[in-house]
């Protein structure tokens, strides 16, 4: 599938800024003893080649004051209507993950609220969505991990 | 529970690096009409309070080989082995997520892995910690959604 | 949230109105060396602040010919028709307690019968109910603990 | 079952204790156009009798911080561990309801928590009893009816 | 309920009824030293009580060729058609045994066929009804016990 | 199977001992325009080919006292204890039906008893044979159907 | 039910057969000591008693790319629809086994896809059929047995 | 991963032994207007390929007394016995296949048995297993497809 080839530098690079984003380039390349040049350019051609599509901000939700979490599974009416359905999921922020799975859901979600009044809201909002035939919710009382730095050096590990 | 005030310039300081986590300060800076010293002094405070956690890549899993995704429910023997049982499961780098739930499985978690092959491989791994009694599966077809940009928005706006 | 703060008399008078609602403030007054009108204020205050809501009688329903007792979980069609379906519930005095939950029911309540033919009726009441999808009962074979006194204690010593 | 009959005065009298257990019994008196003594006799009766066992408070938990609903259901190992379980589950306060029940719980609970870490740990304690093989926990989302109230009169009125 | 009381004469001729119906009330008579008209008086009052409703025959439906036995639970659409739906079922004569339930479905029961072909037409049959949502069926695979005998002295000497 | 042949005047007279167990043997050949003899000879040779194998009684139950009727169904520690367990509910009076059955249990009895609390007591008792892991209850809320007549007509109609 | 008879010899036949289709009858014919024609003539006749229904070749579905196996429960909204779904499943090539069955499904399924996206299609289609309610999956990890080699060899021992 | 390449004469050659795997070398060369020589090396080279395992034949179960087909899902106590337990399942010839799977069964399985009473000593069989905690059964009414021809075809006119 991926005929791209990452070689030792790149996982060098990749496992340097799977640590922190904004390592600065410069840093990087003192790290591995070649040019900053070379790092903007591996950079730059992994995120040509469609590997790193970006970055993003780990916050701690419970200090924001959105210290609740749940999974939501979702039966449809009909699986043709598995598109629709998840875009008017899109729509709804709190949903911040949703899969088409097997087993007894057709849509499987994971959503972010403030407390248990606010989880009602958004479960009401994905209940009351065309198609939507039913939904049933796990909550989670800790979320013990959440890491997926773990899994990108083990990835590069092992390529 | 957060005492921590963000004032409109945090907001939208974070609302720029929610879209990206490498844009330069500077560029910050120049974007706000405020000095890049202030973005530093600012980001800095967010760190320190906790707020921002660090930083993490969003690379695309399936042209890194790992397109399968598998929800995992746990069932323990007993509650009383939950923090054992987690601290082995954060030895296996494919599980990325795993929550402390109630309903029927006593922990959650989330697994990427190569193929159903790799994924059969994860949960023996898993099936064989002891105090685990048994674990069901439930496999995505499609991961839909995974976005948290959409709710840090969300939540910046709302505060 | 509850930004009224109860003091150590406050908890004092609590400690015996749990116990019997109807002690006379002048028993209360004598037992903690205050006067009565201390006590009449201060239970004043607490309802006026909305802590204390009223009181309530304990009655033995087995004497009464009330043995029987059943949870039932309630599927809606559409949870937008909650409001509309819980206010139909409220019309059946036999439904002491009626929860929106999580978990595969919609509606969750606790039911109060002579016997089995009579909740027979009142189960066959709620499933006729616009918007009820259908009901799942449990019944109860005994009813070991009915006490909130040990919650009100554990509540004051807590504060 | 109740061979205690009660007469058309007695119910006057519950039904105004059943709004108010603090109604003083010259009130009652004057609006029964009884004496004093008659209703002090008359409720005596009837706590001799066992129908009338006591009075309670009704507090607004949310106020005091308890705004967290969960019932448990509880799989024992054997059940003649039932008894045991039940002495133990005695000890959590906030364990205010406890059924041995049909179906496929052995004993189900309602536990009132202030939040959703609190829940968990109520829900572990229930979990590390001897002979409880394993809990479900399903959460509400809002408590929409809690009323003995209407069927107190009801029962009255079909006597 | 049950005013009529039966004395020590009663139960043991329905003692020698249950275990032989056709046992003649001369050889009743003879065995407790009573007249054969006694017996038939006493026969005659239980059944003008209806305490004995009539006899039935016990078959070997094995050697009838009728080896197949099915539990079908039923869940209608709405329990207002429980009703209609038992009458349409009544007409089925291979459904010997059928029970308005509580937990998950509506109606009960019992269905002897020829073979898992002559089952599954029953099944539709019973799935073809209008107001049935649809059917589970759970198959035996021995009758081991079918013995109301042991319930009925047991009864008598509980009296 | 059954190698014996049922022929016309068998089946006439197996519909009316259907109808009344006791059905004198002279009215049987009367209204068949037999000798009584005959149906003598018929009636043993049916019962021993063990088509007939005995009568019961049909009481009221409600009368009796016996109102409550349950549905058990036994999860098994290991089928190896399948007769063992057997065994031992055959002591138990009030379970007057057992079936080894496919799906989720081992064994699927039907109990009658006095009420809920007797209902407890015997499936309490089932709870705690030795290979019995755990037991799940249906409880019916009314016998609508117990007829095995139809049934009988149908086959001797159909052989 | 089969009146047909086969004797030693077809069993010898079928022995050989079983383990490879395609063994030329004069290979059969030296190893049982009888002529070709003779094992010519016992093949046609169980051909045309309809034993042997005809043959099919094993692949390696690996090789040729389809590694994934799912299992596929449907559930009917209405079982007169059960023929008109199984000719719309028929069109779909990837069901390679479907059958009527009790329990919860209506209709089980058994399919072959080339990895999770293929599947992910296949069960769409099957979501889409006029009739179909809805679907649940069951992915298989590995297929550890596909053999009828063991049962046919065993049924001709037995017969 | 299928290396080895198929081309139009190999799919030609496998569609006419997907029909008759007996079909004579000679018939098929006739047709494809190629020497019989040609389609023989063809065969044995996707034979090495291990693309064709082999050959079975198709018999009528029904006409042979095995008319009755069940899926059986087995628990495992622990999932490291999983091999341990395959190897004694494929002791059991009446099991033609058996899966690993996801969901909440450890192995799946299919058994073709003669009747009820001879699924129910299979049944026992797998229960009796070392490791196996429990089954439960799923019973087929009717084999309705049973067919994988269309897939070999389809699979060859997709490569």
Redesign the interface.
Same mark, same amino acid.
């Given at each position: 599938?991926?005929k791209?080839k990452l070689d030792e530098v790149d996982h060098q690079i +990749?496992d340097m &800024?799977?640590e922190?984003?904004?390592t600065p380039f410069t840093d990087i390349a003192k790290k591995l003893l070649i040019s900053a040049g070379t790092v903007h350019v591996r950079v730059k051609k992994m995120e040509e080649? %469609?590997?790193?599509? %970006? !970055?993003?901000? $780990? +916050? *701690?939700?419970?200090?924001? %004051?959105? @210290?609740?979490?749940?999974?939501v599974g979702i039966?449809l009416q =009909? $699986? !043709?209507q $598995?598109k629709f359905v &998840?875009q008017r999921?899109?729509e709804i922020?709190? /949903?911040? /993950?949703?899969?088409?799975?097997? %087993?007894?859901? =057709?849509?499987?979600?994971k959503v972010?609220a403030k407390d248990? =009044?606010h989880?009602?809201d958004i479960?009401?909002q994905l *209940? *009351?969505i065309d198609g939507v035939y039913?939904t049933?919710?796990?909550? @989670? &009382?800790?979320? @013990?991990?959440? *890491?997926?730095?773990? &899994?990108?050096? @083990?990835?590069f590990q092992d390529?």
């Open positions: 599938m991926a791209f +990749l &800024l799977i922190n984003t904004r080649a %469609g590997i790193i599509e %970006g !970055s993003s901000l $780990t +916050l *701690d939700y419970k200090k924001l %004051g959105y @210290s609740f979490i749940a999974y039966y =009909n $699986t !043709s $598995t &998840l999921i899109r922020p709190f /949903v911040t /993950v949703a899969h088409i799975t097997t %087993g007894k859901f =057709n849509i499987f979600c972010r248990t =009044n989880a009602k479960i009401f *209940d *009351d039913r049933e919710t796990m909550i @989670s &009382l800790e979320e @013990s991990i959440n *890491d997926k730095k773990r &899994l990108m050096h @083990s990835i390529l």
